[in-house]
Nanobody, 127 residues
Framework: QLQLVESGGDLVQPGGSLRLSCAAS??????VAWFRQAPGKEREGISC????????YYKESVKGRFTVSRSNAKNTVYLLMNNLKPEDTAVYSC??????????????????????WGQGTQVTVSS
């Protein structure tokens, strides 16, 4: 089965940037979503990218600050996080599901089931 491993989480000051990586164990046609969970809060979906990378989705609270991208040659999806805020502090996880190459992601993408999950990487935004 597909395995996903997140990396790149760190302690960063407000206004700083981080780039998270989600490395997959094999190539294939997968839509990928990023989720985060802060202590005492429910997990929330924040971004999605289609198999081809042609379409993306962002939760309103991160739109304009975060950018999701992928390198299918490297079997890796990235989440670039700019202008980080303390409320961004959370464990960030990626998840994948098989789709066709041409299937777009929509604003419903974070509400759909995913087949494969990583174990998460900690992002802490604090001064």
């Amino acid at each position: 089965q597909l395995q996903l491993v997140e990396s790149g989480g760190d302690l960063v000051q407000p206004g700083g940037s981080l780039r998270l990586s989600c490395a997959a164990s094999a190539s294939g046609y997968y839509a990928v979503a990023w989720f985060r969970q802060a202590p005492g809060k429910e997990r929330e979906g924040i971004s999605c990218i289609s198999s081809s990378g042609g379409t993306t989705y962002y939760k309103e609270s991160v739109k304009g600050r975060f950018t999701v991208s992928r390198s299918n040659a490297k079997n890796t999806v990235y989440l670039l996080m700019n202008n980080l805020k303390p409320e961004d502090t959370a464990v960030y996880s990626c998840a994948a599901k098989p789709t066709s190459w041409e299937t777009p992601v929509t604003n419903m993408c974070v509400q759909t089931p995913y087949d494969y999950w990583g174990q998460g990487t900690q992002v802490t935004v604090s001064s």
